[in-house]
């Protein structure tokens, strides 16, 4: 296209920064961006948003703020690219922060930005305030909880030691447990050293999936890590 002379138009080049994004082409997106400055290219929320998601996949979470900041106009899914980008990148409290931002600039958030937002809660070790927006989506927003909202707060709960919390979230959710979802719990088990509830996992995670041996190896982790090598021993073998 370049070498015809055609120039892009927006569609074309939030393409090609998906692409980058999705890559991890990070000088690749950083020449779109240097070629949107030199021919003095609008930076539209779609582009804008296009160039955060790509720099924070790439890793570069300061170039990602830098463009969000200055940006015009902001949509919910410019505010929710910043807020994961920040959440997967150890910017936890900014991305909390970020997040109240948003809700002072009157923009609602919606399942995917409360994602975002429980990842960093659990990153951090917030429980207190996971829980809030937890609740938060129901009561005042009215979004549906889905499985990865129910995912983050079984790995938040569980990696605080919080294990009987979290076994009963699960047993409250209105849809069955994944292996995802069953193995935050495992892991919870194994840092906190909780054996009776590890095999009590193990037996609806062999349910889940029969095939994956990689069950027994948790379990035996979770013996090591109480003192109980010999049971750890017979699960290996």
Not at 134 to 148: A, P, Q, V, W
Not at 177 to 200: K, Q, S, W
Request: hydrophobic letters at 45%.
């Amino acid at each position: 296209m370049q070498t015809e002379q055609v120039k892009p138009n927006e569609v074309t080049l939030v393409s090609v920064l998906s692409a980058c994004a999705h890559l991890g082409a990070l000088e690749q997106g950083k020449w779109v961006h240097g070629y949107l400055r030199s021919n003095k290219v609008e930076l539209s929320v779609f582009l804008g948003t296009s160039l955060i998601d790509m720099y924070a996949k790439c890793g570069e979470v300061e170039l990602a703020l830098e463009v969000f900041n200055g940006m015009g106009v902001r949509n919910l899914l410019a505010w929710t690219t910043m807020i994961k980008g920040l959440a997967m990148h150890g910017g936890d409290m900014e991305a909390l922060s970020l997040f109240s931002d948003m809700e002072r600039a009157g923009i609602v958030p919606d399942d995917i930005t409360f994602i975002g937002v429980l990842c960093a809660c659990t990153h951090a070790g917030l429980v207190d305030q996971g829980r809030q927006f937890f609740d938060l989506m129901t009561t005042k927003y009215s979004i549906m909880r889905n499985i990865e909202h129910y995912g983050c707060m079984v790995d938040l709960l569980a990696r605080n030691g919080l294990l009987d919390k979290a076994k009963y979230l699960i047993q409250s959710m209105p849809m069955e447990p994944d292996a995802l979802i069953l193995g935050a719990l495992m892991t919870g088990c194994r840092f906190h050293r909780n054996v009776e509830l590890a095999e009590d996992v193990v037996k609806h995670l062999t349910q889940l999936e029969p095939e994956n041996g990689g069950v027994y190896v948790l379990l035996a982790n979770v013996y090591a890590a109480s003192g109980r090598q010999e049971e750890a021993r017979k699960v290996r073998n």
